[in-house]
């Protein structure tokens, strides 16, 4: 069936470095691909929406200088957490849109802690 | 606005059927799903519900919408410890568009 998979599924990084959050889709293409973040113990929070090609859509509150989104192929869309703050730890997903089914697949989840 | 509303705890006895209620408020949504998250995995899709239907039952999951009221249930029959978990409830206007969650309603199973 549809994978999409998110790589690193854990990562640590220092605070003031960039981290980037791969999100593939394996066997299918997508256009369209969204981003969540998951702080422990609440809720998934869309933080944009990321289409081939062009610029991506970003949720109110969500800074896009921090948050870089790049989704080049319809394959692969990119999250760059930049100069990553301990504030920024959290469980970000993504997921993905298939172009031919209209169906929605959601990735496993990346965790990032900034020490 | 898009806004989806879960009670946040619910408890239930092992083989006891357990009720999750959600509440929405854009009458466009289209798709309302609920979701599985356990302690430090992904989502889950359980099952989802058009809005055009009433009830969808899936082994023992049975989902209800009251369109009307904008309110939407997950039954879980027969709990089992397996079930503890976080479910989330959420909404799209088309089964492309941008997924909005509820808060989560975190499932402990009690002998």
């Known amino acids: 069936g549809a994978v999409v998979s998110q790589h690193p599924s854990w990562v640590i990084c220092k605070s003031g470095t960039s981290v980037k959050i791969e999100c593939r889709s394996l066997?299918?293409?997508?256009?369209?691909m969204f981003w969540y973040r998951q702080f422990p113990k609440q809720s998934l929070m869309l933080m944009a929406t990321?289409?081939?090609?062009?610029?991506?859509?970003?949720e109110q509150g969500v800074e896009k200088d921090k948050f870089l989104i790049n989704h080049a192929s319809l394959t692969l869309s990119t999250l760059t957490v930049t100069s990553a703050h301990p504030e920024d730890s959290s469980f970000y997903i993504c997921?993905?849109?298939?172009?031919?089914?209209?169906?929605?697949?959601f990735g496993e989840g990346s965790w990032l802690t900034v020490v | 606005g898009e806004d989806v509303e879960q009670s946040l705890f619910l408890s239930v006895r092992e083989g006891d059927s357990s009720v999750i209620n959600c509440t929405y408020t854009?009458?466009?949504?289209?798709?309302l799903y609920w979701y599985k998250q356990e302690p430090g995995a992904g989502l889950q899709l359980l099952t989802y519900?058009?809005?055009?239907?009433d009830m969808k039952q899936d082994q023992r999951l049975t989902v209800l919408l009251n369109k009307k009221d904008k309110h939407l249930s997950l039954r879980i029959a027969d709990t089992q410890t397996g079930d503890s978990a976080i479910y989330f409830c959420?909404?799209?206007?088309?089964?492309?568009?941008?997924?909005?969650f509820g808060s989560g309603t975190r499932l402990s199973i009690r002998p």
């Open positions: 997921s993905a849109v298939s172009s031919s089914g209209n169906t929605i697949y």
């Open positions: 066997d299918f293409q997508a256009t369209t």
């Open positions: 990321s289409n081939e090609g062009s610029k991506a859509t970003y």
């Open positions: 854009d009458s466009s949504s289209t798709y």
């Open positions: 519900i058009f809005s055009n239907m």
């Open positions: 959420a909404e799209s206007y088309s089964s492309a568009s941008k997924i909005i």
